[in-house]
């Protein structure tokens, strides 16, 4: 494994559909610019079950969601010379979910799909939404980082 690539490593826990490694590697890439170097991120693909208790544990909301991003702590190491790669975290992912809201606002799964791996990434480095002013940074990044890859605006539809 290069020190220059972004590796993915996913664990498919739901049997709805997923793209391919391929297609979280490159819209994650495109997100996270030249920090994805050498990073690697864990995709783990979950029912509404896992996704709710998650979410309850980690967010205090009793209900499936998304999208849950985990950073990795930030480590002081740099990128090892011998192509170690460095955690920047972890995404969860739910389908279901995924797939209702897709419906819900008229877009394809392979769009929101790949909306929601792009927002789950700015999160691994630091975007939010907490407040107005982060949130409109944020969703500019992810209108543009969506745009390069032929994407239309997800947030026009809503």
């Known amino acids: 494994m290069s020190a220059h690539a972004l ?3 996913i664990t498919r826990q739901a049997g709805a559909w997923s793209p391919p490694v391929a297609d979280l590697t490159s819209w994650t890439s495109a997100a996270l610019g030249r920090r994805a170097a050498g990073r ?5 693909v979950v029912g509404p079950k896992e996704s709710r ?3 309850a544990r980690y967010r205090g909301k009793d209900k499936p969601t998304n ?3 985990f950073p990795a702590a930030n480590l002081p190491v740099p990128v090892a010379a011998n192509d170690q790669l460095q955690p920047l975290g972890d995404l969860v992912i739910c389908p279901d979910v995924l797939r209702a809201e897709a419906r819900e606002q008229g877009k394809s799964v392979r769009a929101h799909w790949a ?3 792009i927002h789950g990434a700015l999160h691994l480095i630091g975007y939010d939404h907490e407040n107005e002013e982060d949130a409109r940074r944020m ?3 992810e209108v543009a980082v969506l745009r390069a890859l032929g994407f239309d605006n997800p947030y026009r539809s809503m």
């Open 7 to 9: 590796h993915i490593d």
């Open 40 to 44: 690697e991120i864990s995709v783990r």
């Open 115 to 117: 909306h929601l791996v």
């Open 139 to 141: 969703e500019r990044r």
């Open 67 to 69: 999208v849950l991003s």
């Open 53 to 55: 208790r998650l979410n």
